[in-house]
Antibody, heavy 125, light 107 residues
Framework: QVQLVESGGGVVQPGRSLRLSCAASGLTFTKFAMHWVRQTPGKGLEWVAV????????YYADSVKGRFTISRDDSKNTLDLQMNSLRVEDTAVYYC??????????????????WGLGTLVTVSS | EIVLTQSPEFQSVTPKEKVTITCRAS??????LHWYQQKPGQSPKLLIKYGSQSFSGVPSRISGSGSGTDFALTINSLEAEDAATYYC?????????FGQGTKVEIK
């Protein structure tokens, strides 16, 4: 069965960097667009970024554009999120998420049928 | 950005009652609206896709309806296992957005 396992979360000071990873198994990774979605008690669920099935397209929420970079390594079945210039408001549980449908460009995707368990990022001085 | 507004934000219901949660979009999104269930300590789970299509394994008492700007999630004959927070989600355009959530409590 499909498994998505996030890692890399932790406590970091404002302005510093952190890199999240997601290890995917049980799927043909190269067929699917992948997303990062975050969740906070105050703001609920927030879509962060998407990378197309072939890695050619990447889109970001305005709140993270220019600071976060999504990438994938199809040889390792991993999805990454490089987070720079972190802010207190980036504090959240970050989920690795898969598009339901194959071969999405990311611009208009499908619902999310598989979610990881999430990794907690806390930005605090 | 398309804003999704759910109502109510909280509902306390007795078992076997019917629950209806609505989700209104700030502009027309066709049928690109999906529903998720999240229980405490767990990740969200897909229930309904494209407005009214049940996802694999979802009990038949849970259904979705609507198109355009107005959507609803209905749970018939509520069971204890349905206690959770429910979210709507649109994928018609970026940024994808979610409703603020509706918490369903069992009395």
């Amino acid at each position: 069965q499909v498994q998505l396992v996030e890692s890399g979360g932790g406590v970091v000071q404002p302005g510093r960097s952190l890199r999240l990873s997601c290890a995917a198994s049980g799927l043909t990774f190269t067929k699917f667009a992948m997303h990062w979605v975050r969740q906070t008690p105050g703001k609920g669920l927030e879509w962060v970024a998407v990378i197309s099935y072939d890695g050619s397209n990447k889109y970001y929420a305005d709140s993270v554009k220019g600071r976060f970079t999504i990438s994938r390594d199809d040889s390792k079945n991993t999805l990454d999120l490089q987070m720079n210039s972190l802010r207190v408001e980036d504090t959240a549980v970050y989920y690795c998420v898969r598009d339901l449908e194959e071969y999405s460009s990311g611009w208009r995707s499908s619902p999310f049928d598989h979610w990881g368990l999430g990794t907690l990022v806390t930005v605090s001085s | 950005e398309i804003v999704l507004t759910q109502s109510p934000e909280f509902q306390s219901v007795t078992p076997k009652e019917k629950v209806t949660i609505t989700c209104r979009a700030s502009q027309s999104i066709g049928s690109s609206l999906h529903w998720y269930q999240q229980k405490p300590g767990q990740s969200p789970k897909l229930l309904i896709k494209y407005g009214s299509q049940s996802f694999s394994g979802v009990p038949s008492r849970i259904s979705g309806s609507g198109s355009g700007t107005d959507f609803a999630l209905t749970i018939n004959s509520l069971e204890a296992e349905d206690a959770a927070t429910y979210y709507c989600h649109q994928t018609v355009s970026l940024p994808q957005t979610f409703g603020q959530g509706t918490k369903v409590e069992i009395k």
